[in-house]
């Protein structure tokens, strides 16, 4: 399994832009599906973004499509989420996860995710 640690949370206004950062440790970073989750107050945990090992294939949830972007550094093995045009609703703690891909199983499933960050907030003022 790997070892994950996300960085770049914070305050920021309705309309502005953050850029978080999920730093992996461990063998083989390049097998795992990497993908961010938030869980805002009262809220269960919600798939936001994924990208496979090789990084030639996203997803995106609906509500973040067009502001917020995933990318991945093999080199440094380490993912990005980039996120502009934030609104208030996208208030949350944020997750990086890990996945080794099964064919059959759904990207976007987190029971699929095995390991996880410890996770980064995420607010935004309206």
């Known amino acids: 399994q790997v070892q994950l640690v996300e960085s770049g949370g914070g305050l920021v206004q309705a309309g502005g832009s953050l850029r978080l950062s999920c730093a992996a440790s461990?063998?083989?970073?390049?097998?795992?599906?990497m993908g961010w989750f938030r869980q805002a107050p009262g809220k269960e945990r919600e798939f936001v973004a994924a990208?496979?090992?090789?990084?030639?294939?996203?997803w995106v949830t609906d509500s973040v499509k067009g502001r917020f972007t995933i990318s991945r550094d093999s080199a440094k093995n380490t993912v990005h989420l980039q996120m502009n045009s934030l609104k208030p609703e996208d208030t949350a703690v944020y997750y990086c996860?890990?996945?080794?891909?099964?064919?059959?199983?759904?990207?976007?499933?987190?029971?699929?995710?095995?390991?996880w960050g410890q996770g980064t907030q995420v607010t935004v003022s309206s």
């Open positions: 996860a890990a996945r080794r891909p099964v064919t059959g199983t759904n990207t976007r499933d987190i029971r699929t995710y095995r390991s």
């Open positions: 461990g063998r083989a970073f390049n097998d795992y599906t």
């Open positions: 990208i496979t090992g090789s990084g030639n294939t996203t």
